[in-house]
């Protein structure tokens, strides 16, 4: 088992590997896996070898086509597919409840904390138009969708509930510009959304808390924490489902850093997206 300093080392032999490789500037690298310049070169070049946070590790996994293992040393083998210590699991299967993988880890985290940074809007507060807006027409994930938003609405309620979540603020100003993935969604639908979503914070506060940082200054990848016993990345088809508590407790640290520098804390985050005006 490789100790801390010659798991470090390995991995800047890895990433200096993955740059020269790439045919790409340490600029446009850097970019690439969403940290700055400086940073990427401490992590080649620092006098001490150090471990990236877990998000930068995923980061560099996903957009180079790597395993977290070959990157830490863990394996010889670089494919994504080999993983010892995070494994993938796909929402597309689901149960006899028709519940998707991420709705029976919230259920088997009950009681834990959760910390939560949704990929758009924040699942558990859409209304029916949103829902008919993102399902295309059809009308049984219609159905699928609302089920699930009900569920999750039960689970944050619930008398242990205890949940953070954090996203860029930018996501509900898009939004309530109907821009980007919104575009053709009616005033009123949005205007609508925005409303029962400043009701619902309201109404869960203080054991829902949602914080709102600047996404030009900070990046978060859609992400879901149950406690420090699972955590699972969005990546579009699949979730890469994370069981070492030690890369969970790094994410930890990076979601409370995005609480740390919010522009918007959560006693006043209802007043704030109340405010918003659908254009």
Known sequence: MLNKRESSSLFRTRLTQLLAQSGLTQLTFAQAICIDRSALSQLLHGPDP????????????????????????????????????????????LDDQSRTAMERWHEDATGQKIRYVPAQLPDLMRTPEIIAFQAQASEQEQRRLQAQ?????????????????????????????????????SRDARAAQLA??????????????????????????????????????YAGDVYLLIRSKRLIRELAQGFDGHIRAAEVHAHEAAEWVRRLQAC
């Open 50 to 93: 150090r471990l990236p946070r877990a998000e930068t590790l995923l980061a560099i996994a996903a957009q180079f086509n790597v395993s977290t293992d070959w990157l830490l040393g863990l394996s010889e083998d670089s494919g994504a597919v080999t993983q010892t210590l995070d494994s993938v699991e796909t929402e597309a299967a």
């Open 149 to 185: 938003t009900q569920r999750r609405l039960r689970l944050s309620r619930a008398p242990e509930a205890d949940i953070e979540m954090c996203m860029p603020l930018q996501s509900f100003e898009i939004f309530a510009d109907g821009g980007g993935v919104w575009r053709g969604l």
């Open 196 to 233: 029962h979503i400043a009701q619902t914070v309201d109404e869960l506060y203080p054991a829902f808390r949602m914080y709102l940082f600047d996404g030009r200054k900070r990046f978060a990848p859609p992400m879901t924490m149950f406690g420090y016993t699972r955590a699972a990345v």
